[in-house]
């Protein structure tokens, strides 16, 4: 009985955590906010063997993640190697899917061609370092920078990038 505050604590801060991602994601990506609104409300298993079922709701601000069981629309089932290559070639498994595949498969496609700016992702969560330092793997490993083709877009995440540099000094000035 003792535990259980501690984990309905864990379980609160997880949904807001999950939630403040989501939205950092959608931030870093303007095409997959319009996507997602178009989709959502949404709720899939993602099941990987030899771990617990992540139940995974999306619904604008009502977002959730969790281990205990609801109604899901789909179960994506299978170990973690054969999701890592789903996720990086982008071609889709249908074995791997159980349940509504056709919305999986939009859901998927909504993620792989969402242009998500990992780079300012990983300067928000992680700081300004691992950010450098990943951006120079990058363009070493693809031997090119990512350069977005649209003027406004790649002006929008420079005066975003900016603001979080910005925002980055004054907490350090604040302590905070």
């Not at 535990?3 to 997959?32: A, R, T, V």
């Not at 999306?58 to 190697?81: P, R, V």
């Not at 999701?83 to 159980?98: A, P």
Request: charged fraction near 25%.
């Amino acid at each position: 009985m003792e535990w259980l505050p501690y984990i309905l604590h864990i379980m609160i801060n997880l949904k807001k955590g999950f939630n403040k991602f989501l939205k950092d994601i959608q931030e870093s990506s303007p095409n997959f906010k319009k996507t997602l609104k178009e989709i959502s409300p949404i709720s899939f298993c993602i099941s990987l063997k030899g771990h617990k079922k992540i139940f995974i709701s999306i619904n604008d601000n009502n977002s959730d993640i969790s281990f205990e069981a609801n109604n899901t629309q789909f179960e994506i089932n299978g170990s973690l190697l054969e999701i890592l290559y789903t996720i990086i070639s982008g071609k889709i498994n249908t074995n791997l899917i159980k349940g509504d595949a056709e919305l999986a498969i939009v859901f998927f496609n909504t993620l792989y061609k969402s242009n998500i700016d990992f780079i300012y992702l990983i300067d928000k969560y992680f700081g300004n370092l691992p950010a450098v330092f990943t951006y120079a793997i990058v363009n070493k490993v693809f031997n090119t920078a990512e350069i977005y083709k649209d003027d406004e877009e790649r002006n929008l995440r420079k005066r975003l990038r900016n603001i979080s540099i910005r925002l980055d000094r004054l907490e350090a000035i604040n302590g905070t």
